[in-house]
């Protein structure tokens, strides 16, 4: 035999040399879920090794990230029912709870990242990223909602903010509004094609915050598309996003792969809550080892061509990595 692919696997360092992916703790984002209090953590049984946190404890994951060189976290916020109404008000007062978190994460380290999320979901009263009208979802009425909130997110320090809602020209409406209250350094990091996936159910019981009724097939693109999202992306690009995300991850990493073909803007993947509780059950039953799972994962986000990678694993991975393992 004149050509053997094993000899290019056969020694360590050869291998290390014509590796043609790396994973780096620099690609990684820290998904975190932030609730009222102090000094409080709440468990979240679908999620092992993630609680909702008191604003302080996010600081201490957010010590631990800087420490660990990870570059930025996304937070979310969990509300008592009682402070949602059908409109989400509460998603742009300048003191609500994600708004404070920001401030008290930029005080204490103002070059990390951070991402807020941009969707009415955890402040609605129905459970919807988008207002509810006479039992449809209101796509014109919703994105002056949505811009008010990034203008709030930006003034509490927001880094990059990512509309998730999927509502029709919320980029725009939401680059506008930036510009016009004079955050133009904003990013837009937009969740361009998210698909109505059953693998966020841990991220809802996280949050409280699944639909009171009815589904997001209206606005979270069918599983069966790829094509579509080519559309998403066209639109975004023209919106103004700054980076494009794929979600969720692996069972999508032909579209990432898609996306990536079609555009010259950063893209993101994430990783997202039913692909991790996914990895930690079956290693909690020792059926998985998820140490190597989580890293193969990430890898496989990678090389299917994100540049960014959202992951409740990024503290993890970086411990691993910095093992170089
Ligand atoms: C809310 C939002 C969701 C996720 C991120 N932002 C859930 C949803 O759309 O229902 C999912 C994240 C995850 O599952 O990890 N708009």
Redesign the pocket.
């Known amino acids: 035999m004149l050509i053997r692919p094993r000899r290019n696997r056969s020694r360590p360092a050869l291998r290390r040399l014509v590796r043609e992916t790396h994973l780096t703790t620099g690609d990684l984002v820290l ?1 975190l879920f932030v609730q009222g209090g102090e000094n409080e953590a709440t468990s979240i049984p679908s999620m092992p090794g993630h609680a909702r946190l008191s604003i302080d404890r996010i600081v201490a994951k957010a010590d631990e990230a800087v420490s660990l060189g990870v570059p930025g976290i996304a937070l ?1 916020p969990v509300l008592p029912d009682e402070e949602k109404d059908p409109r989400g008000s509460g998603a742009a007062k300048p003191d609500g709870l994600l708004q404070r978190c920001v401030r008290a994460v930029k005080s204490a380290h103002p070059d990390l990242l951070v991402v807020t ?6 402040y609605s009263s129905d459970g919807h ?1 988008g207002v509810v009208i006479d039992g449809r979802i209101d796509n014109d009425e919703t994105l002056p909602l949505l811009a008010e909130m990034a203008v709030a997110q930006a003034e509490a320090g927001a880094d990059v903010v ?1 509309p ?3 509502m029709d020209g919320r980029v725009l409406a939401i680059r506008e509004a930036l510009d016009e209250a004079g955050h133009s350094d904003v990013a837009i990091g937009s ?1 361009c094609t ?1 698909y ?2 059953a ?6 019981d ?2 409280d ?3 009171r009724a009815g589904d ?1 097939k209206t606005y ?1 693109m069918d599983p069966a598309n790829a094509r579509e999202a080519l559309r998403e992306v066209e639109l975004d690009e023209a919106e103004g996003a700054d980076w494009l995300m794929v ?2 991850g692996l069972v999508y990493a032909d579209v990432i792969r898609l996306v990536r073909d079609h555009t010259a803007l950063p893209v993101a993947a ?7 509780a996914m990895l930690r059950a079956a290693a909690d039953r020792g059926w998985l080892d998820y140490d190597a799972c989580l890293l193969e994962s990430l890898l496989s986000l990678k090389r299917a061509g994100a540049d960014v990678i ?1 992951t ?1 694993g990024a503290l993890d991975a970086a411990r691993l990595l910095a093992q170089n393992v």
């Open positions: 998904p979310f999320d941009i969707a009415l979901d955890p990223d990512a998730s809602d999927m969740y998210k109505a996936s693998f966020y159910g841990p991220f809802r996280a949050l915050s699944a639909p997001k979270q979600k969720p994430y990783h997202v809550s039913g692909e991790y959202f409740y």
